[in-house]
């Protein structure tokens, strides 16, 4: 539908719509642009304090994802009239304030419309330095993929929804989809990034198609490497598979190599939605275990090199 659009140029738009990357970049001045996103999706937990940090901490993971450092927010909630208590919302907002107050963010406002599906989230407005933007493009072969967080999280929560999921699996999800990018995106900041991206709705193989296309190269992924939440592949091989994965597949498989020796869960993961996801990382080998120590120091533990970039194939991406 964007190619019917007389797309939005201007010469201090530094980064738009043209690649799909985390969020726009506008300079106002030699050192200095403001970062724009904005994000909001239906609860996907019961606890409406928990679903408020989670939303808010996935809507400023793009600043960070860009390598900006997010300033305000504005929050957006979709509710519906009748029928749910004020005080969950209330909850709601509390969870979102309190991390962004963790972030370092302020709450300038927002905006609320009659709805009967609850929906929250945040735009959120951050500050970069415009010659040290982080693209999701500029991946060179021979560059080394990084990854901060653990996959599984769509998987999971479709099992938490057909209670199946246990409470220390679900407990993990949930201290996974608050954390905050902040620290990787410190981590990464002190490297030569090539290019970053996050890694949420459309999952890993989406968001990394986005990458590799745009870079013109191959993204190679090492099946065995990529780090999982704990019950992830138990609960894939049971068939806790979200629709969001199985579009994702439908979608962007015909992009991806899979040999045919790798698991059909692991497979299933690799395409799995995520929330709140971790950063995506791509960096000259040389830096690449320097940056993996740093991520872990910052408290990171799941952090993994998952891959490489080659020239580019057949394919924009391989799963090996």
Not at 172 to 180: F, N, W
Request: glycine share 12%; aromatic share 6%.
């Amino acid at each position: 539908m964007l190619a019917r659009l007389d797309l939005p140029s201007h010469p201090d738009l530094i980064v738009g719509i043209s690649t799909g990357d985390d969020a726009g970049v506008y300079r106002i001045a030699e050192d200095l642009a403001i970062v724009s996103t904005v994000d909001f999706f239906t609860p996907i937990v019961d606890d409406p304090y928990t679903y408020g940090q989670i939303a808010a901490a996935n809507a400023l993971s793009d600043v960070y994802a860009m390598g900006g450092r997010p300033l305000t927010a504005l929050n957006i909630v979709c509710w519906p009239q009748t029928g749910l208590p004020g005080e969950m919302l209330a909850e709601i907002l509390r969870g979102g304030s309190e991390k962004a107050r963790e972030a370092g963010v302020t709450i300038a406002g927002g905006h609320t419309v009659a709805d009967e599906e609850v929906k929250f989230g945040m735009a959120v407005t951050g500050v970069i330095d415009p010659r040290r933007v982080v693209r999701n493009v500029g991946v060179r072969p021979g560059d080394v993929l990084l990854l901060s967080k653990p996959l599984g999280t769509g998987v999971l929560m479709t099992a938490f929804k057909r209670d199946r999921l246990p409470a220390d699996q679900y407990a993990a999800a949930v201290r996974m989809m608050t954390q905050l990018n902040a620290g990787a995106a410190a981590a990464m900041l002190k490297y030569d990034v090539h290019a970053a991206t996050d890694i949420t709705g459309f999952g890993l193989m989406g968001h990394a198609f986005k990458m590799a296309d745009g870079s013109g190269v191959t993204l190679v992924f090492e099946e065995s490497d990529l780090p999982l939440l704990p019950g992830a592949l138990e609960l894939a091989r049971a068939g806790m598979i979200p629709a969001g994965g199985t579009r994702n597949r439908e979608f962007y498989g015909p992009n991806v190599k899979i040999l045919d020796e790798i698991a059909g869960e692991m497979a299933t993961l690799a395409f799995d939605p995520q929330t709140s996801g971790g950063l995506l990382i791509a960096i000259a080998e040389r830096d690449a275990t320097a940056l993996l120590a740093d991520l872990q120091n910052a408290g990171l533990s799941d952090a993994s090199i998952v891959g490489g970039a080659v020239r580019r194939g057949e394919f924009s991406l391989e799963l090996v």
